[in-house]
Structures are given as C-alpha cells and as structure tokens.
C-alpha cells in the first residue's frame, strides 16, 4: 500500500472552502485514492474515492493531477459539523480478497465560528 | 441507508475475563473486518474474514483473539482474558466486493475498558 502524507490539522472557519491535501509519491498504476471523515467516538465514514482527474458527490469533491502524486479533498462552504479527522488512503481497487485498508494520523479539522 | 451494528455501545470489564463484542454487518456484504482504536491513536486493523475464514490478521490479533460468523447475520469478535492494554474502541466493518470501489462501511464502535 502506497504510503502517504497529510497536514496533521487544519482550521477554518464556518462557509468557508477547504482544501486538505494529501501526498502519494509512491502510488501504483492500480491505486485508487479515497478519503474517509471520522467523528469523536465515531467509526471511520467513507467519502469520496477517485483514480485520476476529478470526482464530485454531494459531500465533496475531489481533485487528482495527471501524475496522480497527489490529492485534493474540497469540501465547500463548511460548517461546525464538518470538524472531524479526514484520512487519505492510497490502495489497490481490486483486491482479490477481503483485503484490509489502512489508517495514517489522519488530518484533524477545525471549524470555528 | 444501511448501517452497521455494534453492541454494545460501551462494556466495561475486569482484567482477565472474556468479552464478546458482536456487530451485525450490512445483508448484502460479504467481506468483514474489525479495527480497533486506542484513545488518541490511530484506527488499526486487527482482522479480516471472508467466506467463514480470516483472510488476513495482523500483530496485534494474537491467540487471545478470535472472529466467528456463528448465524449468518452476527460477527463477533472475541477477546480471552483481557488486558488493560485491551481498552479502546472497536470498530467492525462490511465491505460488498472487499474491493477499494465500494468503501467500507463502518458501525458506530464498541468502547471496551478494561479495569
């Protein structure tokens, strides 16, 4: 599983835009790369997931450069409930067999008023 | 939208005794899992089960771990003799294929302290 790098935390403000970022230097041609939110005291929930360009859904969108290095989580206008930990998973999409993902540190959000 | 059942929600037990956390997957998924996550730490993967087998175990899931399917609808996760070490939340998951494309779906968590 590529390995990949994310801000440890954030801050924003309520509607404002916000962009988290993640790094995957290492990504393979069969990756697929999808984010996850999770609340305090809550299980990991799944987002938004994209090979290349660009994936929309009513939650966010997300953004991948041709050389797919790197990803762009947006979320737009947020709100005080969209504080909570985003990860970025790197993996392959067609695993033969229950196979795992695996969490990093995560970026903690915060939005203030 | 379907969820993903846990229960229950907090279990507080003594060191040394046997605790069964169960979770109730999505119908139609086929692929489970359970993670686990100490206060403050990251989310990690303790097991996975397809087809009324693991597929896949890490370190931490040791002979004092074990998974069961026991009726086709509950999948449990069972600790021997607990441990301090053992307290934090779990989490069990449900995948449809096993494969990246659907997401995996994840129940609200079990708190386990072990005192």
């Known amino acids: 599983l590529a390995k990949t790098t994310q801000p440890i935390s954030m801050d924003s403000y309520e509607g404002q835009e916000v962009n988290i970022t993640c790094s995957h230097n290492n990504i393979a041609t069969n990756d697929y790369i999808t984010w996850y939110q999770q609340f305090p005291s809550q299980g990991p929930r799944f987002i938004i997931q994209?090979?290349?360009t660009k994936v929309t859904n009513e939650v966010a969108s997300l953004f991948i450069p041709a050389d797919r290095k790197s990803s762009t989580l947006s979320l737009p206008r947020v709100s005080l409930s969209d504080t909570a930990v985003y990860y970025c998973?790197?993996?392959?999409?067609?695993?033969?067999?229950?196979?795992?993902?695996?969490f990093g540190s995560g970026t903690r959000l915060s939005i203030r008023p | 939208e379907p969820e993903v059942t846990q229960t229950p929600s907090h279990q507080v037990t003594q060191m040394g005794q046997e605790v069964i956390l169960r979770c109730v997957p999505i119908s139609n998924h086929l692929y489970f899992y359970w993670y686990r996550q100490i206060l403050g730490q990251k989310v990690e993967f303790l097991v996975s089960?397809?087809?009324?087998?693991?597929?896949?175990k890490s370190e931490i899931f040791d002979d004092q771990f074990s998974v069961e399917r026991p009726d086709g609808s509950n999948f449990t996760l069972k600790i021997r003799s607990t441990k301090l070490e053992d307290s934090a939340m779990y989490f069990c998951?449900?995948?449809?294929?096993?494969?990246?494309?659907?997401?995996?779906?994840f129940g609200s968590g079990t708190r386990l302290t072990v005192v």
């Open positions: 089960f397809y087809n009324n087998e693991i597929s896949e």
């Open positions: 994209g090979y290349k």
């Open positions: 998973l790197v993996g392959d999409g067609r695993y033969s067999s229950a196979s795992k993902i695996i």
């Open positions: 998951a449900s995948s449809p294929t096993g494969t990246g494309n659907d997401g995996y779906t």
